[in-house]
């Protein structure tokens, strides 16, 4: 599992919990005040309907003050505004990120301890896992007032969950354990208008991806087989890993995947397709070895062609939009020229004469492992632009890195700027980009949360 959802009718926010979470009455958290409807009585105020007492009466030592008139009046205090539900959520999020590494040890020592069962669902190892469930929930939780946002995040959540064998009957259990770990460490701000609102969330959360996954069930199986049919190493650290999926394998160019090798089982890590769709229906990867990396080590240095790994469903919108006549300003770092390379191709497939402008991007001449592959698509193709960058360059490559590059060249208000690479990279490339004028909806790159699985 990846992310949490909210729990099914019958789980953890059914019944009266949900009605509080709701607003309901009737006994629930936003029930009548039980000092009645007139708020505390004050010392001295009689119950509602009872006399005012002899001794409580002013007298002429102690009389009332002049009733004040009209024009002397002051306005009365506007009444305090109540928070909404997303920032009560929003509240709980601040108290909790200085100690997150100890709300997340907690929530899992929880949902563990009370379902030990679900601890098969996760890989052996817990270090990267660990942190994706519970940032995962906390992300959904914050788009709460975003629907059209949420949703899209919650499907393909859904969706790819389904490959980690989780059922719907695994979600209250997650909302528990979630609810049990913020009632914990967020005494702050927690009490019972903020644990409705957790709860709603929760089940907002999670009725959106267990509706996904049945959905996505209809359609497609939650993994594919596939085996290894070519294993090559331009570089000591760097593969390009060829397989064959056991059965028809729709996806888009720019997209990616997660892979699982047998030697780490339910070890999951997301690499994007280095082509097209292809007629023969092969499917490539460039994959990177990094220190400590479980699966990049696995695919680059111990798979070879005969073995088999799985596949999840594809994933990612950086794609392109083939209505448009805007050109493309492509940055690549490292093994992030992969999808650079898939979109090249899309674009020469789909037969249109846009202008292409390719930056391809690493710290030394040798990470520019794929360049004679992206000079050759430039030969052919008119209307593409194949710019070598490196940090510190050799004479006849730009230095620099990517971001000073993309600066000496342009304008570029006329194009849509795909970007992969390092979670670094991307960042400050995303910073040079809003800032020379290109508006963000323009600019597509996978996900920085998922970037960072797949460094591992």
């Known amino acids: 599992m990846e992310s949490p959802t909210t729990p099914p009718a019958g789980g953890h926010g059914s019944g009266a919990t949900a009605a509080a979470a709701a607003g309901g009455q009737g006994g629930g958290w936003f029930g009548r005040d039980p000092k009645g409807a007139h708020g505390p009585r004050r010392p ?261 062609t005969g073995d088999v790994i799985r596949l999840g469903p594809p994933a990612g919108s950086m794609t392109v939009d083939h209505t448009s006549d805007n050109g493309l300003l492509c940055l690549g770092g490292g093994t992030g020229i992969a999808p650079i390379k898939a979109l090249v191709e899309d674009v020469a497939r789909h037969g249109r004469r846009r202008s292409v402008d390719v930056f391809y991007g690493a710290r030394r001449n040798q990470g520019l492992y794929d360049i004679d592959t992206m000079l050759r698509l430039q030969q052919s193709h008119p209307w593409l632009s194949v710019r070598p960058v490196v940090d510190d360059g050799p004479v006849g490559l730009l230095a620099g890195g990517i971001p000073q590059a993309v600066r000496e060249f342009g304008p570029w208000h006329t194009h849509d700027a795909y970007l992969s690479g390092p979670p670094g990279m991307i960042r400050c490339s995303v910073d040079t980009l809003v800032g020379i004028g290109i508006p963000t909806h323009r600019i597509r790159h996978d996900s920085i949360e998922e970037l960072v699985g797949a460094t591992t």
């Open 44 to 304: 001295g105020q009689p119950e509602s309907g009872e006399s005012t007492p002899e001794s409580a009466r002013p007298t002429e030592h102690h009389r009332a003050p002049a009733a004040v008139g009209p024009a002397e009046r002051q306005p009365a205090p506007p009444p305090a505004a109540v928070p909404s539900a997303t920032e009560l959520l929003r509240r709980t999020m601040a108290e909790i990120e200085p100690i997150a590494d100890r709300v997340t040890s907690y929530f899992y020592a929880l949902l563990f301890l009370r379902h030990p069962g679900l601890r098969d669902l996760f890989p052996a190892a817990m270090d990267t896992q660990r942190d994706r469930l519970f940032k995962a929930l906390l992300t959904a939780a914050t788009h709460a007032d975003d629907p059209v946002t949420l949703t899209t995040y919650l499907t393909h959540l859904g969706r790819g969950h389904r490959k980690y064998g989780t059922l719907p009957q695994h979600y209250p259990a997650v909302g528990e354990a979630l609810i049990g770990a913020l009632a914990r460490h967020a005494p702050g701000t927690w009490g019972p208008r903020t644990e409705a609102a957790w709860v709603g969330a929760y089940t907002t959360i999670s009725q959106i991806m267990i509706d996904a996954a049945t959905e996505d069930e209809l359609r497609a199986p939650a993994w594919w087989q596939a085996e290894v049919v070519a294993h090559v190493m331009p570089t000591k650290d760097v593969a390009v890993v060829t397989v064959r999926p056991d059965g028809p394998y729709p996806f888009l160019a720019g997209q990616y995947t997660a892979l699982e090798t047998p030697w780490w089982p339910r070890v999951w890590r997301h690499y994007s397709f280095a082509s097209a769709p292809r007629s023969d229906g092969l499917l490539s990867f460039h994959v990177k070895a990094v220190p400590a990396g479980w699966v990049s080590n696995a695919l680059v240095h111990r798979a070879r």
